[in-house]
């Protein structure tokens, strides 16, 4: 197992580097890894470099994921074994239904599984409430895992992008519909928020494209899209994760809108240059920390039983035997059933970009200084 580093400095080429085989010695046979974490889209990118970490020491990765997503990983992500889980509304497809695939193909021992959700309801006693107030919830997956935390941005070994087939995208989306340079990509609706933007205060004659389900059923097909867009705005999700994680749009405009369902614990770290914007809750609605919750469920490290299962004034996500912690209610984000499924809930603040300027308004320290905080101003 590597020695936990969350301090090293990101070089360039820790986000540069290329896909590449694993140093296996000939004739050795490769041990078999079960990973815990069958959604969310965001997540699996976030863990798909731990993922590359273990395979490259030598291990065949078996990673139960959520059936809808299989569509995006399967090609793009070849070293992995994806099983695909099927959805259902007891929530069987966080925990029950992906021990049971990896026990289908031998995979049994607590030593060759990896449990990479920061928090399941039903095992509170996986989570390590000391470990987690450290730090924010993809640095815990890193650091359960024994993987350096800067690893998060070699997600380029990780992926066998399909050129050609971003490129027709590109053309069809783009190209065909007649749409210039400069242009904007932006995103309204992710797993589980949707959000209003005001796209007026654009530039005059920038064109705006929206990342929508509706075009193509792998994620990976919007890279080339993205990589030439000159202005991002996207809600905390995978674009945004894989934007940051690949180190690409470096020259583009990139703003960035937290859920409003989560603190700052539930916030991934970001390594580019991002301009934060604002968001409100929904009117009379508390949104609670993941670290409390975790240390309500579980108030001692070790203790007999996991800690206590003393309900929470939060509603549940779900009702299944296993759950993510969600602090508002059972939103569609609960049971997956394409990968970008999302209902409306929260507002995004106009206050950065106004009406009548020719560009974006950039928030102030303060202002960037308070959304990263996951403060109201």
Sequence with gaps: MQEIDLTSPIEASDIENPAVEAPVAEGKQRKPLGIIQSRGLGDIIIALPIARAHWEEGYDIYWPICEPFIASFKDVVPWVNWMPVPVDPQGLF???????????????????????????????????PDLFAMMKFDQYKYAVAGVPFKLKW?????????????NAFYDRVITDQGIKTPYCVYQVKSSDVTYEVD?????EGMQAIEITEDLTD????????????????????????????????????????????????????LASLWHYIPVTPPEGVQVQSLTDVVGAKNPAVGASGGGSNTPLSAPKANQGSSQTYSPFGATAGGTPSNFMHAVKQGQASTNVMRQGQTTPQKPNSAQQLLAGLGLRQ
């Design 154 to 166: 070699q997600l380029s070994r990780s992926l066998e992008r399909d050129y050609d087939r971003e």
């Design 218 to 269: 792998c994620i990976f097909d919007w890279l080339t899209v993205i990589e030439n867009a000159d202005t991002i705005i996207m809600i905390d999700s995978v674009f945004a994760n894989l934007i940051d994680q690949l180190g690409i749009c470096q020259r583009a405009d990139k703003y960035f809108m937290r859920k409003w369902n989560r603190r700052v614990d539930g916030n991934p770290v």
């Design 199 to 203: 796209l007026s205060v654009l530039p």
């Design 94 to 128: 966080f925990l029950d239904t992906p021990l049971k695939l990896l026990a289908e193909v031998g995979i049994t021992q607590e030593e060759n599984i990896l449990y990479l959700y920061q928090y399941l309801s039903s095992v509170p006693e996986r989570t390590d």
